[in-house]
Nanobody
């Protein structure tokens, strides 16, 4: 049974930074790609970034150049470094691995 736990969210001012973590257990983490999604109030969940087992990364256009996804297979953890945050980045952020979801972590960007 795959278990994912996200952390690192919070309240930050526009232009600030946060680093989200997604810790996985119950699976052979290193052989799977991992995705970060977000869902803002009243909007559909959207794919933000993904990293393959071979560490190839892709991003939605709205976060390119500001967000970086990375993974540490020794720690079974994927990170999402978010810089130059904007109010429109406000959402609950979820990680996804082999069809399993974490509980999400709230990111609020506001002055």
């Amino acid at each position: 049974q795959v278990r994912l736990v996200e952390s690192g969210g919070g309240l930050v001012q526009p232009g600030g930074s946060l680093r989200l973590s997604c810790a996985a257990s119950g699976t052979i983490f290193s052989i799977y790609g991992v995705r970060w999604y977000r869902q803002a109030p009243g909007k559909q969940r959207e794919l933000v970034a993904q990293i393959t087992a071979g560490s190839i990364t892709t991003y939605v256009d709205s976060v390119k150049g500001r967000f970086t996804i990375s993974r540490d297979n020794a720690k079974n953890t994927v990170y999402l470094q978010m810089n130059s945050l904007k109010p429109e980045d406000t959402a609950v952020y979820y990680c996804n691995l082999v069809g399993s979801w974490g509980q999400g972590t709230q990111v609020t960007v506001s002055s």
